[in-house]
């Protein structure tokens, strides 16, 4: 079993397709660790606000399998892949971490993500996965947290409805 890392965001009806995709992440892969929601300013673009979070799980699907997993499941929810690459989204599910794994390559898939570097995806991560060392930095979440600018700022955590 793999551990993996995943950020989840919406800014369409985010509270519905946040609640939904966890829903889906526990069916399909039983125990998970769910962080707070938080609500974040969209970043590259004017829109309204994200909400995001994290989602531990454990899994033996390959990478690849994974991937297609979770975008058949942001396709599910109304994901539109034809627009800008900033820009609003249904539902947006990256794979931050998968186990130690490093892949830097071509296509669209990196790990850790380049987006690490964004409070929205660091803090949640490290609210639920504190001790996990990227395998890039040799750093623990939590210290990659208390390393970052905006450690220090309170970020309002919105409840996931149905």
Sequence with gaps: MT???LSLGSN???QQHLHAAVAALRQR???????????????????????NNAVAIE????????DT?????????????SGPRFSDRTLDIDVVFYGD?????????????PELKHAFVIKPLADIAPDFVDPVSGLTLA???????????????VELTP
């Design 101 to 113: 794994l490093i892949v830097e390559g071509p296509g669209h898939l990196r790990i850790p993500r």
């Design 59 to 66: 899994t033996e699907l390959p990478l690849d399998a994974l």
């Design 3 to 5: 551990t993996v890392l």
């Design 12 to 14: 369409l009806q985010p």
């Design 29 to 51: 892969f039983g125990a998970i660790t769910v962080s707070p929601a938080y609500r974040t300013a969209a970043v590259g673009f004017d829109g309204p606000a994200f909400l």
């Design 143 to 157: 210290a990659l947290w208390r390393a970052h600018a905006q450690r220090d700022e309170v970020f309002e955590v």
């Design 69 to 81: 997993w979770l975008h058949a499941l942001e396709d599910a929810h109304g994901r539109d892949r």
